[in-house]
Structures are given as C-alpha cells and as structure tokens.
C-alpha cells in the first residue's frame, strides 16, 4: 500500500500551484502525459524520448535476466563492482548504492587522475567487476575509464580473461557494443533508444547496477510501478 503524504505551501505559491492543477485537470493533461502526447510538452520531437513513461512494465516482464545475473556474479565469486559512466549512466546507480548502502558499489565518474586512483586503490583487480555504462557508446569519460581499466585488468590476468569481468550497457548499434562483444564481455545490457540519460534509472542503466549489488529488483520494480499507477491519477 502506498504511503501518501501531504504538502503545505506558502499562500502565493499554494495559490498559483492550485491554478495549474486545476489547468492540469480541465485539459486531462495527465491522461495525455500517461498516454505519450508530445503535445503536453512543445509536440515538437518529445514522442521519440517518452519510453521512460512504460519502462517499469517493460522491465517488470524482463526480469529473468537480472535474476540470471545475480546468480553469475554470486557463482564468479566478485567482490566489488566498480560502475563507469557520466551524467545519467551514473547517477541513478549512485543513488542506489548511496540509499542500500552497498559499501562494494564504487562509482567513477571523474577524470581527475587522483580520483581515477582513489578508486583503483579500494580494489583489487581480479576480483572486481567493471560495468561501462554509456547510451551512446561514444562518450568519451567512460571510454577512457574502459580503456585504462581493461588494460590493467589485461596486465593482471591476461588479454583472454579480462573481458570476463567486465559488462557493458548500452543502446542497440553502439560503438560500445562493438567494443563489448569484440573484448569478449561477459554481458551486454541493452539500453532504450527512446530513453534519454536522465530518465534512465529504471531501465537497464539502473536496474543492472541495482542487481549487482544485491538489490531485489523485482520488489523494487513492483514498489516503483505502484508509484506510476498513483500517478496516473
């Protein structure tokens, strides 16, 4: 069941937040946003970048292979994860990892050379599971962080291991997919086109990170799709 809450604003704002409610309300603009009308917005080139308002039940009816990986990395015996990415690749799994308390979870998200190595230095290299996250795959921040990482990894147990410990997530047709498959990764996770960075955290960018560090992802996804049926409302 759905905690619901109350809200107290200053009078000229309560005053003004009622009138657009009430435009909300007359122009049935919350049926219209549910039902992906770009028209709410400008109308412009909004419909190609509303996936984000379906992807809880897209993801809800895809969860075996989050389950599956749960299961590898449990059995592959890994016991840290470091996330490479910027912008809305990272910060969703940030949230996560700051929320559930995942203390084994490490973000990188800077190219300052004495961050990179704060990082490095938590981690002990054969054991730690490197996921490259970038929508376009050519973002250059968590190329770089791949390609330093990989080769260090390399230097540590060899060119025909390393991929195995690395996961990559991205849209269909990147370059990052090509780079994931051609260094033999040991999952790529697909990304939705019609998602931008910042709406992605109940996507593969966020659900992936959430099922390596242990987090139940089917409860997760259940609690969030309540929270859009509250909001359909």
Known sequence: MLNLFTYSLPDTIHTEFSAELDRWTNASMIARLWSKDATVWTGSDEAKWLGW???????LADLQK???LRADL????????LLMG???????????????????????????????????DKLDLTRTLFIVASKSGSTL??????????????????????????IAITDPGSKMEQVA???GFRHIFYGKPQIDGRFSALSAFGMTAAASMGIDVETF?????EMVE???T
Do not use: W
């Open 53 to 59: 308002l379906d992807i809880v039940d897209e993801e």
């Open 141 to 166: 921040e968590p190329n770089c962080f791949k390609q330093y990482f990989f080769e260090r990894v390399v230097e540590t147990v060899g060119r025909e291991n390393a991929g195995r410990q690395f």
């Open 221 to 225: 996804l259940t609690n969030a799709a």
């Open 86 to 120: 910027m912008g809305g690749s990272s910060l969703g799994p940030e949230v996560l990892a700051m929320t559930f308390g995942k203390a084994n979870f490490h973000i990188l998200d800077s190219t300052v050379p004495a961050q990179v190595r704060a990082v490095e």
């Open 230 to 232: 509250a909001c359909k």
């Open 66 to 68: 989050y389950r599956d």
């Open 181 to 183: 498959k051609q260094d």
């Open 74 to 81: 449990e059995t592959a015996g890994f016991t840290d994860v």
